[in-house]
């Protein structure tokens, strides 16, 4: 058994998006992102098989997909989308995300 604190990652850097890898395991991948207002986590995808979900702790912004998609995101929102599919978030202010892969690639 694991527990993970998030008070703990609870970091943020103006020179772009602060990272940590909570869990990683044959089955998932946990990552928090902190992104301070006006940053961009840029639209990208992964040539993989799998999901992604995208879970915004703290703050607002956009959920970004392909061809300029904008999905309003507040904490308590999850996107949910395949990992192929593109995907990013631009926070409107001070953000914080949780990210699960699965599986991770």
């Known amino acids: ?5 998030l008070a703990e990652s609870r970091v943020f850097e103006e020179k772009g998006f602060k990272r940590f890898l ?5 089955s ?6 902190n992104l301070m ?10 040539p993989a098989e799998g999901q992604v979900s995208i879970q915004v702790l703290e703050g607002t912004g956009q959920f970004l997909g392909g061809e300029n998609a904008e ?3 507040a904490a308590g929102d999850i996107l949910v989308c395949d990992i192929a599919e ?6 409107e202010s001070d953000m914080r995300i949780l990210v699960t892969i699965a599986p991770p690639f």
């Open 1 to 5: 058994m694991k527990i993970v604190h």
């Open 71 to 73: 999905i309003p995101a």
């Open 86 to 91: 593109p995907h990013g978030i631009r926070a």
């Open 28 to 33: 998932f991948r946990i990552l928090n992102f």
């Open 22 to 26: 909570l869990h990683d395991s044959a």
């Open 37 to 46: 207002a006006g940053q961009i986590f840029p639209v990208h995808n992964h």
